[in-house]
């Protein structure tokens, strides 16, 4: 089944090569796909119980820690990644707070009668196999979890391989993006 519009969203921080695959993988089941920018300085609300686990990973996973890269960059990152797409109108990028606090806000800019959520579908890291899982109950609604045809490489991977001086994390980014995270990356002391 072909949709009219999906969305997605992460920390994306940066964009990489495997995340522009995802994003054209998603596209094989809609027509138009709404990639969200999770902006990490979300207010953090009330957290029931059952959302206490996947809330903390995401603190940890949102803390400047791994998140090294501002949401102005990392939309801009993304945007670059995806500029054939966006050219295309096939991809809007766009920032959003963190769905887990901002459940109404979520549903209302996207509407479960016009939008389908998607992830890839990775079970690689216990991350994403608790997001996948627990994201539905959050927004009440289906996830659509589409199977990645390209190797992930998480963004700690890529933080490590540029620590340990490897050449090998510049095949990791998109080359329409190269030039503006080479910038950002030495500005941030990474290079």
């Not at 969305?7 to 138009?32: A, E, Q, W």
Request: proline residues 4%; positive net charge.
């Amino acid at each position: 089944m072909i949709f009219n519009h999906g969305v997605t969203f992460g920390r994306f921080s940066p964009f990489k090569k495997g995340h522009v695959n995802g994003i054209n993988d998603m596209l094989g089941f809609c027509k138009k796909l709404t990639v969200g920018i999770i902006d990490s300085d979300t207010p953090k609300t009330h957290v029931p119980d059952w959302l206490k686990e996947f809330s903390d990973m995401a603190d940890y996973k949102n803390s400047n820690t791994h998140t090294v890269f501002s949401l102005e960059e990392r939309i801009e990152l993304a945007q670059l990644s995806l500029q054939d797409f966006i050219r295309k109108g096939k991809v809007e990028v766009t920032p959003i707070s963190r769905p887990e606090y901002s459940v109404d806000e979520f549903n209302r800019r996207f509407s479960p009668e016009k939008y389908i959520v998607m992830f890839s579908g990775v079970d690689d890291n216990d991350f994403d196999i608790l997001r996948n899982k627990i994201m539905g109950r959050i927004l009440g609604r289906t996830i659509k979890l589409i199977k990645p045809t390209d190797e992930v490489i998480h963004n700690t991977d890529l933080l490590s391989a540029i620590k340990r001086g490897e050449k090998t994390w510049k095949e990791i980014i998109p080359k329409s993006a190269y030039g503006k995270f080479t910038v950002y990356a030495q500005q941030k002391g990474l290079l």
